[in-house]
């Protein structure tokens, strides 16, 4: 029972198929010779399908059908030996060919050295493997801009709203969202047009959060500076599902700037008189962030260093 290659274009994996089902005599028309001009050899004809033939390629020897009358007027395509070029140019270009794209005839699915699957064309692998293009996989690149982003206090949201190319949309830590070049999210260069450049100079918050985690997973706080400290809590820590988050205390400041540097205050008396209480990042599944959550048993002495900061900024 030969397996038995189909056309490319069919997208139809190779299959076995019964010696009863080919006719193998010789033919007495021009198919062997035919045959022979195009690289192959007659290996027989359909006995259900008569118009269908069997070639065995001289290069690599694997079966195929065609109709005869691809035969007759166009040169088969041996799909084994098109499958084992392109498994040979992508190992070239440092890939691993997966299988054919199912839905285009000009592409194929790669493993890729970081371990995803790409879709890329045939021309572009080519390319790669001469070394006159570089293969960028597109679920790292993602990973980086939103690590970037991350960097800079914004969430990588997705595609540009505008679709600009080079351009994401994100999230600012303040909740606004806003189209960004990728480029000017790594250096930094551009502002937030909801509070900047100013703002340092309006009213801001430091608030204190709690976060209640299902099946009696615990309670955890977190102290941070906003200007919209319950538009954050909503839309921006990236709670898994079941988590309960509420806005505890919230004290208010003239300015950003001030918020800031009564945030960073709180967040270092807690690093250094109660590092027992600091969430360290491997526990913070649960939470898009990475610092800055205390466990429960904070609670009163975070209060205390709230009422003081109240007390201080009231004038
Ligand atoms: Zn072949
Ligand atoms: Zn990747
Ligand atoms: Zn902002």
């Known amino acids: 029972m030969p397996i038995v290659h189909f056309s490319r274009r069919s997208r139809r994996a190779p299959t076995h198929v019964p010696d009863q089902d080919i006719d193998q005599r010789p033919p007495r028309n021009s198919w062997p010779l035919l045959s022979r001009e195009k690289g192959y050899t ?157 703002w340092s100079a309006e009213p801001s918050f430091v608030y204190l959060d709690l976060f209640e985690l299902p099946d009696g997973r615990g309670e955890y706080l977190k102290v941070g500076m906003s200007r919209r400290p319950l538009s954050r809590l909503r839309h921006q820590f990236a709670l898994t599902d079941g988590i309960r988050a509420k806005v505890l205390e919230k004290v208010g400041l003239k300015t950003g700037a001030t918020a800031l540097r009564e945030e960073k205050r709180m967040h270092k008396v807690m690093r250094t008189e109660h590092p027992e209480w600091v969430v360290c990042a491997t526990e913070l599944d649960w939470i898009g962030v990475s610092s800055e959550i205390y466990r429960i048993d904070a609670l009163p002495r975070i209060r205390a260093l709230l009422a003081d900061l109240r007390v201080r900024t009231t004038p």
């Open 42 to 198: 007659y290996f027989g004809r359909d006995r259900r399908d008569r118009g269908k033939v069997y070639l065995r390629c001289m290069s690599c020897h694997a079966i195929m059908t065609v109709h005869a009358h691809v035969l007759r007027t166009a040169q088969p395509e041996c799909t084994s030996c098109y499958l084992s070029d392109l498994a040979t140019e992508a190992s070239a270009a440092g890939l691993e060919l997966i299988r054919p794209c199912p839905t285009d005839s000009h592409r194929a699915i790669y493993r890729a050295p970081c371990g995803h699957e790409v879709s890329r064309q045939r021309g572009r692998i080519q390319q790669i493997a001469s070394g006159r293009a570089a293969l960028r996989c597109e679920i790292c690149l993602e990973k980086r801009y939103a690590e970037e982003a991350r960097a800079q206090g914004w969430t990588l949201l997705g595609k540009a709203s505008n679709g600009r190319l080079g351009y994401r949309q994100y999230r600012h830590d303040c909740g606004h969202q806003q189209d960004i070049s990728v480029g000017n999210m790594l250096s930094g260069r551009f502002s937030c047009n909801s509070c900047s450049p100013n």
